[in-house]
């Protein structure tokens, strides 16, 4: 199967699951902290209008600045570098109870978005 259909179908059930069953592949068992907020990594929130700006083919780098911060790894699949490399990050929106936005990135670019509930 497609890498890139594996990688839309993960968003999606990630999306209609809300908050998933957790990650897949933990980083660490603490939330780090951005040098320069001292906000911890997966409290940034998204509206509706900054998801609108956030183009397929962007970098991880690019959507965190829209959107002000990194957002809560859900998954990883690959090895970093690798064209396969695949990770699935989720932010908390605004808008109704259980609001949020997952991105899929693969090999460095976005892949796919979704979200649920944002205003």
């Known amino acids: 199967m497609n890498f890139k259909w594996i990688a839309i179908s993960l968003i999606v059930a990630l999306s209609l699951s809300g908050c998933g069953s957790g990650p897949a592949k933990q980083t660490s068992g603490q939330a780090s902290k951005t040098e320069a907020s001292g906000k911890e990594e997966g409290t940034y929130t998204i509206t509706k209008a900054k998801f609108e700006k956030i183009e397929n ?63």
């Not at 998954?75 to 932010?91: A, D, F, L, P, R």
């Open 57 to 119: 083919g962007m970098s991880y780098e690019e959507v965190t600045k829209i959107i002000g911060g990194p957002g809560e790894l859900l998954s990883e699949i690959g090895n970093k570098g690798e064209k396969t490399h695949t990770t699935v990050y989720m932010y908390k929106g605004e808008g109704t109870i259980g609001a949020n936005a997952n991105f899929t990135f693969q090999g460095g670019k976005l892949l796919a978005k979704a979200q649920a509930g944002l205003k």
